[in-house]
Structure formats: C-alpha cells, structure tokens
C-alpha cells in the first residue's frame, strides 16, 4: 500500500521560510517522478513543482526562485524548501508520486502566510 505523508506545515509571517517534507512507503520511491500541489479555498490544485527520477526540477511560475523541490532517495521522501514567503502561498500542500501506472497523494499540510 502506497503512503504520503506530508509534514512541515504552519504559520509563518510573510518574508519567512517554511521547510515541507514528503515521507513515502510502499512505492519504489526512485522510479517516481515527485511533485507538490497547492490548492487555496476557493482555487484549482496547482502544480507548485516538480522532481524527476533524474533529478531534473520544474517550478511554477509562482514560486520560481523562492521554493526549491530536493529529493533524498535513501530516505524515499521529498522536500519544499520554501522561502520568502507570501500571504498569496497560502494553501493546502499536497504531494504526489506519478510513475507511467500510479498516481499517489498525500493528505496535505496547511501552510499559511501572514502578513
């Protein structure tokens, strides 16, 4: 059985920096390619970024140059450097585990930015 589990969510002040991590089981974590979503009340599911199995990175538009998407294949878990931070980055924070048969998610974490 496939598992996300997302953790490193909270409250920051904008400007501030949040690390998130993504523990996975179940899956044979360096055949997947790896991705955050965030989704606000009342908006789509965005694709925050991405992490191939060779380690090529993508990045939304929104987030270029402050969040860095890192993957650590020993320890099967992915991670959201986020920095400087925004009340806009506000949102759920979801991960993702996409290879060519599966698409697994995690269940979230909160992350919201004050300014």
């Known amino acids: 059985q496939v598992q996300l589990v997302e953790s490193g969510g909270g409250l920051v002040q904008a400007g501030g920096s949040l690390r998130l991590a993504c523990a996975t089981a179940g899956l044979l974590f360096s055949d997947y390619t790896m991705r955050w979503f965030r989704q606000a009340p009342g908006k789509q599911r965005e694709l925050v970024a991405t992490?191939?199995?060779?380690?090529?990175?993508n990045y939304g538009d929104s987030v270029k140059g402050r969040f860095t998407i890192s993957r650590d294949n020993a320890k099967n878990t992915v991670y959201l450097q986020m920095n400087s931070l925004k009340p806009e980055d506000t949102a759920v924070y979801y991960c993702n585990a996409l290879s060519t048969k599966i698409s697994s998610w995690g269940q979230g974490t909160q992350v919201t930015v004050s300014s």
């Open positions: 992490i191939r199995r060779d380690g090529h990175t």
